[in-house]
């Protein structure tokens, strides 16, 4: 098979993994048996061994994650834990869990400033523990009753949980491990966020990373997870 149309077969096979993540997240546990199955069945129909159909993949996906570093959607810290988790794996389709490629690792800025650390944040400022802000919400209260009964005001633990998220975020910049664009993106969101933060309660069952509306959505594969 000519090397532009093993090419052409991986970016279809890349593209349509997405979709067999999906299965294979509730079909087995086993991520890199699935994988070594998928990329064996695509092979043998492209033509290929599966060793030559892992190579195009792998390269395709490391010229995208090159591509997006130099457009500064990702750092080059994000994009080489990236390649460090599909090595430790031994996958690059990632199959059953999120993407692999820019916009679908979860160690950027959505992880820095929101779910759990939100909510750590406004416990903090109200003055009480995290487990006991999390009864409260089980409960059905939201974080304005909290945080009235306990004598505070919401205007100030807004403010002090996103002082708190920001200065997440200003560490995460200053280390380079999100870049500007994400950071911007994830201050926008918080902000939004912290806005509806007095209406947040848990969801049916109590079960989640916080407050029901209180994580700021990804960025591009990055969260801070603010």
Known sequence: MSRKKLIAGAATLAVLA????AVAATTTTDRKAEEQAFLADAAKRLGVSSDQLTSALTAAQDARLAAAVKA????????????????ADGTVLSLGRGPGGPGGHGG??????GGRELLADAAKAIGIT???????LRDGKTLTAIV???GKTLAD???AVKKAAVARLDADLKAKTITQAQYDEAVEHLNEHIARLGDAKFGPGGKGGGPRGERPSGTATPTPTP
Do not use: H, N
Request: zero cysteines; aromatic letters at 0%; hydrophobic letters at 35%.
């Open 18 to 21: 997405g979709g067999a993540s």
């Open 72 to 87: 500064g959607e990702i750092t080059q810290a994000q994009a080489d834990a990236i390649k460090a988790r599909r090595a």
């Open 108 to 113: 950027g800025p959505g992880g820095r400033g």
């Open 130 to 136: 995290e487990d006991a802000l999390k009864t409260q």
């Open 148 to 150: 009235k009964a306990e």
């Open 157 to 159: 633990v807004q403010a």
